[in-house]
């Protein structure tokens, strides 16, 4: 497996950190970061990635949804193709690096790869996602969705703050909404996906390490449980004669995170909100919803984490002598990255002296948007203090560096 000299990758690393700073000052908000879906501000991001990409000796375009692309050619026009990248896009206020950084890694590792004159076996194509946040049209993953022959049509009707339809957005932005699903790659021509990412989480600092091999994209499944009571007066309704719900709710809340704790392979469960009404001091509530948001590192953890906390929801509520009711709001499967991509990242994690651990994303990214047509891959870097979506998003340049090395000698090694 080769490993790449230090000073070159110090050289890239710093130049990947610069360059982050270069697009967090294209911003639609004053002294704070914000990149949304077809603005102004993700045409110059596109255009200022791609005038870096063709230094490195890329050829470039822009996709039918957005997207910005860079490809370092193999010698040999049949090879196949693998993809790296991730989003270009921002949440308000955000930090850095989320997903940005892994956009300017990847170009730095095609930028070394054209320095060295290397043929590569297959094509290199970058891709800088244009949404995956979904900031303006609360849907997310539209960019790696739209790869994957994914896009919706419905979501050309959806509409920003201001009423614009993403058709209209399109068309101002220079691109047309009858051709969006040309984006699909064909699948024939791609191997696999890879994507580097902060983790934007605090296991990796916990165990005191760079760098992180993901094992899988955690589902998830949303929903609002409603308990249905009866409203009283609070001073006149004895306590042994109350359909009370807020109790119920608080009841169930704690139980769910008693079951999540008892999982063994780290499932998650949130309670966001309870949701009581009328909400009034002096009036026993007769409807509380309560926010459910689960997620396992497989389909059958989650089925069973969900059964444990329906079967104690049914409980409160027959014991109260409520009234009980899910509605799902959000459902995504799991997705496993490819063990061969997880092997060869280990290996290359080894070879440069890192003793990475494979952990599961609790978060959603790109990657898995992209598994419905290839393996996918993905290498998490360190986030100091767990803290991501946030102006304090950090990295440690160190673990920048060793991510380049890593994912090139990760690169080196497929033929
Ligand atoms: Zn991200």
């Given amino acids: ?135 303006r049209f609360a849907t997310t993953l539209i960019g790696s969705k739209a790869l994957a022959g994914n896009f919706d049509p419905g979501w050309l009707d959806l509409t920003d703050v201001n009423g614009v339809s993403m058709s209209e957005a399109l068309t101002a932005f220079g691109l047309s909404p009858e051709d969006v699903g040309n984006a699909r790659l064909p699948k024939d021509d791609v191997f696999g996906y890879l994507e580097v990412h902060i983790e934007q989480g ?80 002096n009036v026993i509530s007769g409807y509380s919803a309560v926010s459910l948001d689960a997620r396992a590192q497989s389909d059958d953890d989650l089925e069973l984490l969900l059964y444990k906390i329906s079967r104690t929801a049914k409980a409160i509520a027959s014991e109260r002598q409520l009234e009980l009711s899910w509605q799902w709001t959000h459902e995504a499967e799991t997705v496993a990255c490819d063990t061969k991509f997880q092997q060869q990242l280990l290996a290359a994690c080894h070879a440069n002296g890192e003793d990475s651990p494979v952990l599961t994303s609790g978060a959603g990214h790109d990657a898995m948007a992209i598994a419905p047509i290839c393996p996918v891959g993905m290498l998490f870097i360190r986030s100091p203090g767990g803290i991501s979506h946030h102006p304090a998003e950090s990295v440690i340049p160190e673990d920048v560096e060793k ?8 690169i080196s090694s497929i033929d």
């Fill in 403 to 410: 991510a380049l090395a890593v994912m090139y000698s990760a």
């Fill in 1 to 135: 497996m080769q490993t790449l000299d230090q000073t070159v990758v110090k050289h890239h690393g710093k130049r990947a950190l610069e360059r982050c700073q270069s697009l967090a000052g294209i911003s639609e908000m004053d002294g704070a970061i914000l990149r949304q879906y077809l603005t102004p501000e993700h045409k110059r991001c596109n255009q200022l990635v791609a005038i870096w990409m063709e230094e490195a000796g890329m050829d470039t375009w822009q996709d039918e949804v957005g997207n910005q692309w860079g490809c370092l050619a193999s010698d040999n026009p049949g090879a196949k193709r693998l993809v790296i990248g991730s989003h270009l896009d921002t949440v308000p206020n955000a930090g850095a690096f989320d997903g940005i950084l892994g956009v300017l890694l990847a170009i730095e590792l095609a930028d070394i790869a054209h320095q060295q004159g290397i043929n590569l076996p297959f094509h290199l194509d970058i891709v800088g996602f244009c949404d995956e946040e979904g900031t």
């Fill in 202 to 281: 605090p296991v990796l600092e916990a165990a005191d390490q760079a760098l992180g091999v993901v094992s899988a994209i955690a589902g998830a499944k949303r929903a609002v449980i409603e308990f249905i009571g009866q409203s009283d007066h609070a001073g006149t309704t004895p306590m042994d004669m109350r359909k009370d719900t807020t109790v119920a709710a608080a009841e169930l809340t704690i139980a769910i995170e008693q079951i999540a704790k008892q999982c063994q392979h780290n499932e998650v469960a949130t309670v966001g909100y309870i949701n009581a009404k009328p909400g009034v001091a």
